[in-house]
């Protein structure tokens, strides 16, 4: 229950799902090669990681959100917890309120909401398509948090919650260790205030601030 509507004012932690809470570019990148032989390269531009095997040619952006999108559409129940980020959600909510942002087309945010509940991961859904600080700062104002925590997997989100919401405090986290050395880091950027990859190390540095009464 959002600290707006209950009276009483409490820290907001707002996290991304794929790579924060749920894993999914391996099953993604499992899926394809089981149903439609293409290899997904990690360690390639997200614009040229898929390729045919049958010839090795690039696949088109158009055709890759349309199999990003049939992804979404039948296979989310492949789709498991980052290590620890369970144990994570479960402490934060002793603490703050916590809601998800993601960055699916709206049509999808029941699936999301049941998706993470079966996980119990009760959390209100918010779905968002581009740049997510707008999307931060209207989920700010509802809850007129004592501060606000906000985790995603992308710098670009870091940095336009930095645009948008400069107040937030900024965690870059990619749970998926094959991915992460290939992300650009929101921290070198300047756009988050710390780079933490593992729930582990993560949890500590959100709890010390969910607690600093600065």
Request: aromatic content about 8%.
């Amino acid at each position: 229950m959002s600290g707006a509507t209950n009276g009483t004012a409490r820290p907001l932690v707002i996290t991304d799902c794929d790579e924060v809470l749920l894993r999914m570019v391996t099953h993604f990148r499992d899926w394809l090669g089981e149903a439609h032989d293409i290899d997904f390269a990690f360690q390639s531009d997200f614009v040229s990681a898929l390729t045919r095997r049958a010839d090795g040619a690039v696949v088109e952006q158009k055709e890759m959100w349309r199999l990003l999108n049939g992804f979404f559409d039948t296979q989310m129940d492949r789709q498991d917890p980052v290590p620890g980020a369970l144990e994570a959600y479960g402490a934060l909510t002793e603490k703050a309120d916590v809601v998800v942002l993601t960055n699916l087309l709206d049509h999808r945010r029941d699936d999301r909401a049941r998706q993470l509940s079966r996980y119990g991961i009760d959390a209100k859904v918010y779905t968002n398509q581009g740049p997510k600080g707008a999307a931060i700062a209207r989920i700010v104002e509802e809850y007129s948090p004592t501060k606000t925590v906000f985790v995603d997997d992308l710098s670009q989100h870091h940095g336009s919650a930095r645009e948008h919401a400069p107040d937030t405090l900024r965690l870059h986290l990619c749970g998926e260790p094959g991915l992460a050395p290939h992300i650009a880091c929101g921290e070198k950027a300047g756009d988050a205030h710390a780079r933490i990859d593992s729930w582990a190390e993560a949890l500590p540095w959100i709890m010390k601030h969910l607690e600093d009464p600065a």
